[in-house]
């Protein structure tokens, strides 16, 4: 019993420590065995504390697992954790970052050539999830152009050898029955993906805010 004490108290020392010194790295850790939804306000109320800001699966800034910014006190949730993407995905997924980092003003473009290298469900699962809202924050716009450029995708050209791409569209979407979701679908298929929402993160954001510019 007395050598299982003292390893247990060494144990909770060194994870003291790392919490402490090293906690943007302890948050990542704790994530890879723990999904965010079973713990969540307990880790956001740490990560407030230690002046961490934690962001949801981006198409731009995260990768397959977690990663963080050490200088600015940020960790990126990866795809992992989306429910339905899966290990397979990894490399058209590593691509599809490419892809949006190249066409930030372009979500058009972004989704035209995305869909060239993933299926249109990986696309609407990962625009339902939220990772495409740096580029249009309108899903539903989203979700309209995917649904278009899935229709004529074997009718088209590389990119930049089509120069009529929006006027292709407008009369695609014309003639398509695309019904867009309502506001309740949208953040009940985003809740369904993560497992939580968006907002939890955003306002996470702004008491971390708080915390860095106290009113005197």
Request: proline share 2%.
């Amino acid at each position: 019993n007395h050598s299982h004490a003292v390893a247990y108290a060494f144990i909770s020392y060194w994870l003291a420590y790392f919490k402490v010194h090293y906690a943007l790295q302890f948050i990542q850790a704790y994530l890879l065995f723990k999904p965010f939804k079973d713990n969540a306000q307990n880790i956001l109320t740490f990560a407030s504390l230690m002046h961490i800001k934690l962001f949801a699966p981006s198409i731009i800034n995260s990768k397959y697992d977690f990663t963080y910014n050490n200088k600015l006190q940020l960790l990126y949730f990866g795809f992992s954790t989306i429910k339905g993407v899966g290990q397979a995905s990894i490399d058209k997924l590593i691509e599809l970052v490419k892809i949006a980092t190249k066409n930030l003003s372009d979500p058009k473009a972004c989704l035209f050539a995305s869909i060239k290298i993933a299926s249109a469900k990986l696309l609407e699962t990962l625009i339902l999830a939220g990772c495409y809202d740096e580029l249009c924050q309108d899903r539903n716009q989203l979700l309209i152009w995917l649904d278009s450029i899935n229709a004529i995708n074997s009718e088209m050209v590389d990119y930049d050898q089509f120069a009529n791409l929006d006027t292709l569209l407008e009369n695609k979407i014309k003639v398509r029955d695309f019904k867009p979701l309502t506001n309740s679908q949208l953040v009940k298929a985003e809740f369904d993906l993560l497992g939580y929402s968006r907002s939890l993160l955003n306002s996470a954001h702004n008491q971390v805010a708080n915390d860095n510019n106290p009113i005197t």
